[in-house]
């Protein structure tokens, strides 16, 4: 998001009188620009030129030295001799006494001096205070105190005017030092869309305000002199042999040298001032000019050393293995698709001078010591550029303006601009031969636009005269169209500026926006009648609302994972759940995984909330669970200028993982808070299943519980979760039950977590699509107890199957409500007990009805299951 200073802005386009930060912000914002943040001016108040009058060391018991200073800020603001605030050192005059630790300043020197009641950045106010045994009436300032950074010069201290940040600028006492040292720019901080690249610059915000409002704009591109170049420059040679998309990575490449530049030369005080309001820091002349250009003119700059720069300089696509070590000193493993700038012919021993359009190399970086310079401005292909800034988690400047499309015209107006600026505060030489190798792109292919097009897309009427207006105002060529278009269409031709415009819609949009959004009638469209809710979305919404009435919290969680996970969980070697799909581009790298079950995401969450104080956890979550259809399977990735092929289609989804929606809860420590009865009981094994049972019931689905062996739970305090299938089958949906204790120490939970987890899509299909209304009972119940010995091995769900089997219409409510084992059972045995509610549509159960119903319970459970009525 670039910052424009107003000043700078001033430069290029004609501001109206008076103008603020917030009213070019509002007129930016009528043409698409938005505004992102206003920066005022950064000092307010008495700011100004002072005379140091008397100097006194006084040395401290601490150790440091003091300066005791009398200082003439002008007759305004001096204090009255007759009646002086402080003793003064020396004669009596009218001065200000102000207390200052730095020793870079002499008397006589003019320097810049707060007086209270000024507002340095930061919000930092000034007042008279008492220190080192005086009234220090005002503060002496440092560049980095008024928000001027370093000095140019190196030196540390305060601001003297003739020297460092004011070198060249002079005053008298009392002169405002605000306006002297320009602390007065505003500054407006836009957000600029992808398709609008040009807005990068200075140059291209310019434009865009004038056609806001209507200012006079000067291309400062118009005001750089390019000489008649020789040929004979640095000798370059283009050889992309793997272009991407069939497009050459550099179209391009202007070279330029500049030689015996004054390596001590200071970048001007403005030029750095205007690089700090943009948002850049100033480092040495070189770089600075380099970056005060691309910011000016949109066209990114590199400079390397010429003397170290071993002809010919070479681009060229990377080969396997190779490394770089960029500016930021970090070295980089490169990818066949990266574009690379290289010398030495670019054979095996070349060097590598820097990622093209992204960042350069530290074997050819300017430096103190640099006197020759070649100035690279090249047309580098977006695509390419985007990549590998993406790939490298390297955005930069120069990488921001080409992955959205530079000016194919301006490298060598750049690459001159920056050299007559390097010699004018450098010194040197430029020299008379130039490289421009490549070329300039022909023109586009005038876009055909009916002039009734406008009209036909935005829904107003346009008038001839705005609809040629409007585009010739953003550079286009309009020529009426006479190959058959008919009267009344026009041949447009976008300019070089602008790549984004490739078809007549985009044309229509800049004439609505330069005629006015505000222009087009807001309407809202009349909603058609709706179907309310699909079965799918009113069943999620119950689930989670079962979940929260019990008491439990909804969390999100990414879900992206990292290989511990696995075996953080227990999971076997064979394990499907083992089979995650592999991130390209993982937002970190440590991450790199799709989870495959929700628990992988959701217990790093419970451990989370727990580090950060909770005593107890009962979260829950909603998301969706990925498994890779393969091993080594990669997504291809068509290109986007056409719609892809039905076989590329059919290739994309082929390789697309297996989602599904899941629902996972984790339960553990204490079940709610303390009381006056005593403690509460802590969430168990128990709680995890009637969790997933309240699930189930508010999807209209019922759940069968089997006790297996299931990672990551206990092994013998966990079941999975079955519901029967449309055609009668019963199917494995998920699992529920106690954490293993190596999980619960891995995760720091409280003792016996539990959890569950199922397929929520699952249960969904399960469940009945339309829930039939059961009429209210009129006549009573009649409640019967029943415990059966069975095998240890049987579930209860069989038996309490056999049981309604058995009494069939009459059971209205079966329910376990006792599970019992032991020497009087026998070993192997179980005995469960279930209370049985029956009742009638017809009449009043007789005590023989009821018996009957009593005799086939049994005669089913022992033919189903084996089971015995314990006496």
Same mark, same amino acid.
């Given at each position: 998001?670039?910052?424009?200073?107003?000043?700078?802005?001033?430069?290029?386009?004609?501001?109206?009188?008076?103008?603020?930060?917030?009213?070019?912000?509002?007129?930016?914002?009528?043409?698409?620009?938005?505004?992102?943040?206003?920066?005022?001016?950064?000092?307010?108040?008495?700011?100004?030129?002072?005379?140091?009058?008397?100097?006194?060391?006084?040395?401290?018991?601490?150790?440091?030295?003091?300066? !005791?200073?009398?200082?003439?800020?002008?007759?305004?603001?001096?204090?009255?001799?007759?009646?002086?605030?402080?003793?003064?050192?020396?004669?009596?005059?009218?001065?200000?006494?102000? +207390?200052?630790?730095?020793?870079?300043?002499?008397?006589?020197?003019?320097?810049?001096?707060?007086?209270?009641?000024?507002?340095?950045?930061?919000?930092?106010?000034?007042?008279?205070?008492?220190?080192?045994?005086?009234?220090?009436?005002?503060?002496?300032?440092?560049?980095?105190?008024?928000?001027?950074?370093?000095?140019?010069?190196?030196?540390?201290?305060? +601001?003297?005017?003739?020297?460092?940040?004011?070198?060249?600028?002079?005053?008298?006492?009392?002169?405002?030092?605000?306006?002297?040292?320009?602390?007065?720019?505003?500054?407006?901080? /836009?957000? /600029?869309?992808?398709?609008?690249?040009?807005?990068?610059?200075?140059?291209?915000?310019?434009?865009?305000?004038?056609?806001?409002?209507?200012?006079?704009?000067?291309?400062?591109?118009?005001?750089?002199?390019?000489?008649?170049?020789?040929?004979?420059?640095?000798?370059?040679?283009?050889?992309?042999?793997?272009?991407?998309?069939?497009?050459?990575?550099?179209?391009?490449?202007?070279?330029?040298?500049?030689?015996?530049?004054?390596?001590?030369?200071?970048?001007?005080?403005?030029?750095?001032?205007?690089?700090?309001?943009?948002?850049?820091?100033?480092?040495?002349?070189?770089?600075?000019?380099?970056?005060?250009?691309?910011?000016?003119?949109?066209?990114?700059?590199?400079?390397?050393?010429?003397?170290?720069?071993?002809?010919?300089?070479?681009?060229?696509?990377?080969?396997?293995?190779?490394?770089?070590?960029?500016?930021?000193?970090?070295? *980089?493993?490169?990818?066949?698709?990266?574009?690379?700038?290289?010398?030495?012919?670019?054979?095996?021993?070349?060097?590598?001078?820097?990622?093209?359009?992204?960042?350069?190399? @530290?074997?050819?970086?300017?430096?103190?010591?640099?006197?020759? =310079?070649?100035?690279?401005?090249?047309?580098?292909?977006?695509?390419?550029?985007?990549?590998?800034?993406?790939?490298?988690?390297?955005?930069?400047?120069?990488?921001?303006?080409?992955?959205?499309?530079?000016?194919?015209?301006?490298?060598?107006?750049?690459?001159?601009?920056?050299?007559?600026?390097?010699?004018?505060?450098?010194?040197?030489?430029?020299?008379?031969?130039?490289?421009?190798?490549?070329?300039?792109?022909?023109?586009?292919?005038? +876009?055909?636009?009916?002039?009734?097009?406008?009209?036909?897309?935005?829904?107003?009427?346009?008038?001839?005269?705005?609809?040629?207006?409007?585009?010739?105002?953003?550079?286009?060529?309009?020529?009426?169209?006479?190959?058959?278009?008919?009267?009344?269409?026009?041949?447009?031709?976008?300019?070089?500026?602008?790549?984004?415009?490739?078809?007549?819609?985009?044309?229509?949009?800049?004439?609505?926006?330069?005629?006015?959004?505000?222009?087009?009638?807001? +309407?809202?469209?009349?909603?058609?009648?709706?179907?309310?809710?699909? *079965?799918?979305?009113?069943?999620?919404?119950?689930?989670?609302?079962?979940?929260?009435?019990?008491?439990?919290?909804?969390?999100?969680?990414?879900?992206?994972?990292?290989?511990?996970?696995?075996?953080?969980?227990?999971?076997?070697?064979?394990?499907?759940?083992?089979?995650?799909?592999?991130?390209?581009?993982?937002?970190?790298?440590?991450?790199?995984?799709?989870?495959?079950?929700?628990?992988?995401?959701?217990?790093?969450?419970?451990?989370?909330?727990?580090?950060?104080?909770?005593?107890?956890?009962?979260?829950?979550?909603?998301?969706?669970?990925?498994?890779?259809?393969?091993?080594?399977?990669?997504?291809?990735?068509?290109?986007?200028?056409?719609?892809?092929?039905?076989?590329?289609?059919?290739?994309?989804?082929?390789?697309?993982?297996?989602?599904?929606?899941?629902?996972?809860?984790?339960?553990?420590?204490?079940?709610?808070?303390?009381? !006056?009865?005593?403690?509460?009981?802590?969430?168990?094994?128990?709680?995890?299943?009637?969790?997933?049972?309240?699930?189930?019931?508010?999807?209209?689905?019922?759940?069968?519980?089997?006790?297996?062996?299931?990672?990551?739970?206990?092994?013998?305090?966990?079941? @999975?979760?079955?519901?029967?299938?449309?055609?009668?089958?019963?199917?494995?949906?998920?699992?529920?039950?106690?954490?293993?204790?190596?999980?619960?120490?891995?995760?720091?939970?409280?003792?016996?977590?539990?959890?569950?987890?199922?397929?929520? @899509?699952?249960? =969904?299909?399960?469940?009945?699509?339309?829930?039939?209304?059961?009429?209210?009972?009129?006549?009573?119940?009649?409640?019967?107890?029943?415990?059966?010995?069975?095998?240890?091995?049987?579930?209860?769900?069989?038996?309490?199957?056999?049981? =309604?089997?058995? =009494?069939?219409?009459?059971?209205?409510?079966?329910?376990?409500?006792?599970?019992?084992?032991?020497?009087?059972?026998?070993?192997?045995?179980?005995?469960?007990?279930?209370?049985?509610?029956?009742?009638?549509?017809?009449?009043?159960?007789?005590?023989?009805?009821?018996?009957?119903?009593?005799?086939?319970?049994?005669?089913?459970?022992?033919?189903?299951?084996?089971?015995?009525?314990?006496?």
């Amino acid at each position: 998001m670039p910052r424009i200073p107003l000043t700078w802005l001033a430069e290029h386009t004609e501001l109206t009188a008076g103008a603020s930060a917030q009213q070019v912000a509002t007129d930016l914002s009528r043409v698409g620009l938005e505004e992102e943040a206003i920066f005022g001016a950064q000092v307010s108040g008495p700011l100004v030129v002072g005379r140091v009058l008397e100097l006194v060391k006084e040395p401290q018991k601490n150790g440091k030295t003091i300066n !005791w200073v009398r200082v003439d800020v002008g007759p305004e603001h001096n204090e009255d001799a007759d009646n002086p605030k402080d003793p003064q050192p020396g004669e009596e005059r009218p001065s200000r006494g102000i +207390i200052c630790g730095a020793h870079n300043f002499v008397e006589g020197d003019l320097v810049v001096v707060s007086l209270p009641g000024t507002v340095l950045p930061g919000d930092f106010a000034i007042a008279a205070r008492r220190t080192y045994g005086h009234t220090s009436d005002g503060m002496i300032c440092s560049g980095d105190e008024l928000g001027l950074g370093e000095d140019p010069s190196g030196e540390d201290g305060i +601001i003297v005017l003739g020297r460092g940040h004011a070198e060249g600028l002079t005053g008298e006492p009392g002169d405002d030092a605000i306006a002297l040292l320009g602390l007065a720019d505003e500054v407006v901080e /836009v957000n /600029v869309t992808p398709d609008r690249g040009y807005c990068f610059s200075m140059r291209g915000v310019a434009r865009e305000y004038s056609h806001a409002t209507g200012a006079s704009f000067t291309d400062p591109v118009t005001s750089v002199d390019v000489p008649q170049a020789e040929a004979g420059g640095v000798a370059v040679q283009l050889r992309d042999q793997a272009p991407l998309r069939e497009v050459a990575g550099c179209s391009r490449f202007v070279a330029l040298e500049v030689r015996d530049v004054d390596p001590a030369a200071q970048t001007p005080r403005w030029m750095a001032r205007r690089l700090t309001l943009a948002g850049m820091r100033p480092i040495s002349l070189i770089v600075d000019v380099t970056n005060y250009v691309m910011l000016d003119l949109g066209q990114p700059l590199h400079a390397y050393d010429a003397d170290k720069v071993v002809a010919p300089i070479v681009v060229r696509r990377a080969r396997q293995g190779e490394k770089l070590t960029t500016l930021d000193d970090v070295t *980089r493993t490169l990818d066949p698709e990266d574009l690379l700038i290289t010398d030495s012919d670019g054979g095996e021993g070349a060097r590598i001078l820097g990622i093209a359009g992204v960042m350069g190399g @530290e074997s050819t970086e300017v430096s103190a010591a640099t006197t020759n =310079i070649v100035l690279e401005a090249a047309t580098f292909h977006s695509i390419s550029v985007a990549r590998s800034a993406r790939r490298h988690r390297l955005p930069s400047e120069a990488s921001k303006r080409f992955e959205r499309g530079v000016d194919p015209q301006l490298p060598l107006a750049a690459a001159y601009r920056a050299a007559q600026l390097i010699v004018e505060f450098g010194g040197g030489e430029i020299a008379t031969s130039i490289t421009d190798e490549g070329g300039v792109p022909g023109p586009a292919a005038p +876009i055909s636009l009916p002039l009734g097009d406008a009209e036909r897309v935005v829904g107003i009427a346009y008038t001839p005269e705005q609809v040629r207006g409007s585009l010739e105002n953003i550079g286009c060529v309009v020529e009426d169209e006479t190959g058959g278009g008919g009267e009344g269409t026009l041949a447009v031709t976008p300019p070089t500026w602008r790549p984004d415009l490739t078809i007549r819609e985009d044309l229509i949009e800049e004439i609505a926006r330069l005629v006015g959004y505000e222009t087009i009638p807001s +309407i809202l469209p009349t909603a058609p009648g709706g179907r309310g809710l699909t *079965r799918a979305q009113r069943a999620r919404r119950d689930a989670n609302r079962a979940l929260a009435e019990a008491g439990l919290i909804e969390v999100t969680s990414y879900p992206f994972v990292g290989e511990g996970i696995f075996d953080a969980l227990r999971y076997e070697t064979g394990d499907a759940r083992r089979e995650a799909v592999r991130l390209l581009n993982p937002l970190a790298d440590d991450e790199p995984l799709m989870r495959t079950s929700l628990l992988q995401t959701l217990l790093p969450v419970a451990r989370r909330n727990l580090g950060r104080g909770e005593e107890s956890v009962e979260i829950f979550q909603l998301g969706t669970a990925s498994r890779s259809r393969g091993e080594g399977l990669r997504s291809p990735v068509p290109a986007a200028a056409q719609r892809p092929t039905d076989a590329e289609l059919e290739e994309v989804l082929a390789a697309l993982p297996v989602q599904t929606r899941t629902l996972a809860a984790v339960v553990g420590g204490a079940s709610g808070p303390d009381s !006056w009865q005593g403690e509460v009981a802590p969430w168990g094994w128990a709680d995890a299943f009637e969790l997933a049972r309240r699930t189930a019931a508010a999807v209209g689905a019922a759940l069968e519980v089997r006790q297996v062996e299931h990672a990551p739970f206990h092994p013998g305090r966990a079941g @999975e979760l079955r519901v029967l299938t449309t055609d009668g089958e019963s199917t494995v949906i998920g699992h529920a039950g106690e954490l293993h204790p190596a999980v619960v120490k891995e995760f720091g939970l409280p003792a016996r977590t539990s959890a569950f987890e199922l397929d929520l @899509e699952a249960l =969904i299909a399960a469940a009945p699509a339309v829930v039939t209304a059961t009429p209210v009972p009129t006549y009573p119940v009649a409640k019967e107890d029943f415990a059966f010995v069975v095998d240890q091995d049987v579930p209860a769900a069989a038996v309490e199957a056999a049981i =309604i089997v058995g =009494i069939g219409d009459l059971a209205e409510n079966v329910h376990l409500f006792d599970v019992f084992t032991g020497e009087q059972i026998g070993e192997g045995k179980k005995s469960l007990a279930f209370a049985v509610r029956l009742r009638s549509t017809e009449g009043t159960l007789s005590a023989e009805q009821i018996g009957e119903a009593r005799k086939r319970c049994i005669a089913a459970v022992d033919a189903a299951v084996g089971g015995v009525l314990r006496a």
